[in-house]
């Protein structure tokens, strides 16, 4: 699905809007435009501010606007647990307000939204390589910031100009990012043993600029293909980082011991993506091309 393209040709017609300047998503998407000569600026309206957001709108005369901004909460989303009114303000009204301002001036919005709005079931069970598509309806509402994620992705469902990508437990070649997944679990005292569904940002913030580029909306599953557990993600540290590293695992009931919040775990079909673009990477080689050999400190 997709919207009738703004009359661009080439890369120099293009002039894209973010938002999210001073997180991590949105700072990588500001170099991408760098490395590929694609004209943009980072708004400055608060996405809550209807006015402001039209100001820059005006301004700036974006052909695509990008929504990297969010609360996910810091250190993680256990703080929105307690900041309920923010979490909603900037991930419901500001999403929705920035979603409605873009439809009154017929551009698409490319939306960094989250894939952690479901969690394995009955039909999507741990292991059996069924994962949910995009038209199924979330199943997880154990945390706050998902429940908040959940009800803006069904009302954004309703803005044909909209194009929500659902992204999980986001990873990049930058090991030292405190938000970057691997980085995390490295840190962790113990970590459960979970296969996920994940997205490897240096694959696949590229191909989100040329899901711009292309005019595509809609719900999409923004992930690699295939899951990878924990564990694994973990070997893999050990055999290319750090041969000394070791770890310990607990289970979810320890884990929800030592969290405010539920967390989410599932596979993610990845296959309209992959269709769209073919050259995508399953997650266990993307993790290798993307992450571990550029970064690789023992001797193969």
């Known amino acids: 699905m997709g919207l009738p393209t703004n009359g661009s040709t080439g890369d120099n017609e293009f002039k894209f809007l973010i938002y999210g300047r001073t997180g991590w998503i949105g700072g990588l998407l500001g170099k991408l435009c760098e490395a590929q000569g694609i004209p943009y600026v980072y708004g400055t309206g608060r996405l809550e501010n209807r006015s402001s957001l039209e ?49 009154e001036k017929g551009l698409v919005l490319i939306n960094y939204a989250t894939g952690c709005i479901f969690e394995y079931d009955s039909v999507h069970t741990l292991g059996s390589g069924v994962g949910f598509k995009e038209e199924d309806t979330p199943n997880f509402i154990g945390s706050f910031y998902s429940k908040t994620k959940a009800m803006v992705e069904d009302l954004l469902h309703n803005y044909e100009n909209v194009c929500t990508l659902r992204v999980r437990m986001p990873i990049s070649s930058d090991l030292s990012n405190p938000r970057n997944f691997i980085t995390k679990i490295t840190r962790y005292d113990k970590v459960v043993d979970i296969p996920n569904s994940m997205t490897i940002l240096d694959e696949l913030l590229p191909i989100s600029l040329e899901m711009a580029k292309r005019n595509l909306t809609g719900i999409w599953n923004f992930t690699n293909p295939g899951v990878v557990s924990h564990n694994e993600i973990l070997q893999m540290y050990k055999d290319y980082i750090d041969p000394n590293f070791a770890w310990k695992n607990f289970t979810l009931e320890e884990q929800a011991k030592v969290i405010v919040a539920p967390r989410s775990n599932n596979e993610l079909d990845a296959s309209k993506l992959k269709e769209e673009f073919p050259e995508l990477l399953s997650i266990k080689d993307s993790l290798i091309k993307y992450v571990f050999e550029p970064n690789q400190k023992v001797n193969a």
Request: glycine share 6%; hydrophobic share 40%; aromatic share 4%.
């Open 55 to 103: 100001a820059d709108l005006a301004e700036v005369k974006p052909t695509h606007v990008f929504n990297a901004a969010g609360v996910t909460g810091r250190p993680n989303v256990d703080w929105c647990e307690s900041h309920k009114v923010e979490t909603i303000r900037t991930n419901v009204v500001g999403t929705l307000t920035l979603a409605d301002v873009c439809r």
